[in-house]
């Protein structure tokens, strides 16, 4: 086995991100939210699941899925659940095991309803940093830098989040629990034209946060080829 890879952080329970958790993202999409289905505002947050095969340890190689030119970089962090606090059920950060920088992959769509799963479980759509750090004193108000090629292409800033890490663990708990083990990502910010950095075959992708080591993937075609 690779010696860095045996020693790469890699999640051990169940990857949940969250959906419209920028202020303006949630802004450009408020309009759509008054269509059908739902016709009003989610009340609570919009999770998804990013499934087993989309981890990908830093360093590897990300591979376009069939049919997908290019890959949108969507710049995160998680929230890893540790071992709930006497008496209380429900998470909160005074009991996380820590946090992981993310790059949460996906193939562009243009829409969140009921969009194809495809777009973001296909293999390797999880770029997860190599280890686990304790949470930083700011969370709320970490900035997180995209790099493609080594030019910068993004800044994600923890401050414009609808619900903060805390509140997001808050309003998650009242539907669900999260166990030992799982991450909750803050989920991912847009550009101002409402898409997000994208990468194709041949690129290499740096994602960085104080405190964090970086998380770096190139793009391929295939496993043997990068261009």
């Not at 990013?50 to 981890?55: G, L, P, S, V």
């Not at 920088?101 to 243009?110: E, F, G, I, K, T």
Request: aromatic residues 6%; contains cysteine; negative net charge.
């Amino acid at each position: 086995m690779n010696t860095h890879l045996a020693h790469h952080w890699s999640p051990s329970g169940t990857v949940y991100g969250t959906l419209l958790n920028f202020q303006r993202e949630h802004a450009l999409w408020a309009p759509r939210m008054q269509e059908s289905p739902y016709k009003a505002p989610p009340q609570a947050p919009v999770l998804y699941v990013k499934t087993a095969n989309t981890f990908l340890p830093s360093g590897g190689l990300v591979v376009l899925p069939p049919g997908a030119d290019v890959l949108a970089v969507g710049a995160t962090i998680g929230l890893v659940m540790g071992e709930p606090l006497p008496g209380c059920s429900r998470p909160s950060l005074s009991a996380l095991a820590g946090c992981v920088l993310l790059n949460d992959w996906c193939v562009p769509h243009d829409s969140y309803f009921r969009p194809p799963v495809k777009t973001r479980c296909a293999d390797g759509l999880l770029g997860v940093g190599p280890a686990l750090v304790r949470m930083p004193v700011a969370l709320d108000a970490l900035q997180i830098e995209v790099r493609i090629n080594g030019v910068w292409k993004q800044t994600v800033t923890l401050a414009d989040l609808v619900r903060p890490a805390a509140q997001l663990l808050a309003d998650v708990g009242e539907f669900m629990i999260l166990l030992p083990g799982d991450v909750l990502m803050l989920g991912t910010d847009c550009l101002e034209d409402g898409g997000r950095p994208l990468a194709k075959a041949g690129d290499t992708v740096e994602i960085s946060a104080a405190g964090f080591k970086p998380v770096v993937h190139t793009v391929a075609k295939t496993l043997g080829e990068t261009a």
